[in-house]
């Protein structure tokens, strides 16, 4: 069961973020077939994970969590540049590095940053 309950930690937290009020999860047999559905209020999947008796995870210590590492990735990225973040196996220790000192990390295209040039650049003449 506990696998379905970390199931349902990345189920929560995408359908949290986007504002999702509801989820489907279908429920498969050995072989793949679809044996049941079910639909989960999003805002009730943390409750429901407290109530089976192992508390997996909890909803506000992963809000929590995810507020401070993001406060502190924005202490330490200070500079332009493509940066990278990375966690070994078994590591308990977030490293963060400079890849480049310019860039985009090519995960953007360049329509994208044409498009946001434009869009700058218009609202800089309101």
């Not at 999860?25 to 639909?39: A, Q």
């Not at 434009?118 to 800089?124: E, I, Q, V």
Request: charged share 30%; with cysteine.
């Amino acid at each position: 069961m506990v696998k379905y309950e970390r199931k349902l930690l990345k189920f929560w937290i995408q359908s949290f973020l986007l504002g999702v009020p509801r989820i489907i999860v279908g429920f498969r047999d050995v072989r793949g077939i679809l044996r049941r559905v079910e639909e989960l209020e999003t805002r009730s999947i943390p409750g429901k994970v407290k109530r089976s008796g192992r508390v997996v995870w909890d909803g506000n210590l992963c809000i929590n969590f995810t507020a401070s590492f993001l406060e502190w990735l924005k202490n330490t990225i200070t500079t332009e540049g493509v940066w990278r973040i990375r966690r070994k196996d078994r590591s308990p220790v977030i490293e963060v590095f400079k890849h480049e000192e310019t860039g985009h990390g090519d995960i953007i295209s360049h329509e994208f940053l044409a498009w946001r040039s434009r869009l700058a650049s218009n609202n800089s003449h309101d």
